[in-house]
């Protein structure tokens, strides 16, 4: 079973930074392409950025220029670098996995998920 942990939110200013993390486990990390998503609350948990096994991303028009996802397959970890972030930012974030080669913007599509880590943009 993939169990999939994520670290690194918390409170930041807006125009600050961080840097999610995701922790993947149980399976082959570089058989799995991985997204991050985020629900704000009363929101519908939307795409974020996606990143395939041999690097290849995709981010959200909303987030663009401002997050980069990326991934270290020697650690099975992927990462989501916010920085300018805006208080529409503030969510819950999601770590999600996905057994195939190409990125989805379908949260449907995510085969597994992690618990969420919380972000809160504000001065």
């Known amino acids: 079973q993939v169990q999939l942990i994520e670290s690194g939110g918390g409170l930041v200013q807006p125009g600050g930074s961080l840097r999610l993390s995701c922790t993947f486990s149980?399976?082959?990390?570089?058989?799995?392409?991985m997204g991050w998503f985020r629900q704000a609350p009363g929101k519908e948990r939307e795409f974020v950025a996606g990143i395939s096994w041999n690097t290849n991303t995709r981010h959200a028009d909303s987030v663009k220029g401002r997050f980069t996802i990326s991934r270290d397959n020697a650690k099975s970890t992927v990462y989501l670098q916010m920085n300018n972030l805006k208080p529409e930012d503030a969510a819950v974030y999601y770590c999600a996995a996905r057994l195939l080669v190409s990125i989805s913007t379908v949260k449907s599509e995510y085969h597994y998920w992690g618990q969420g880590t919380h972000v809160t943009v504000s001065a």
């Open positions: 149980g399976f082959t990390f570089t058989s799995y392409t």
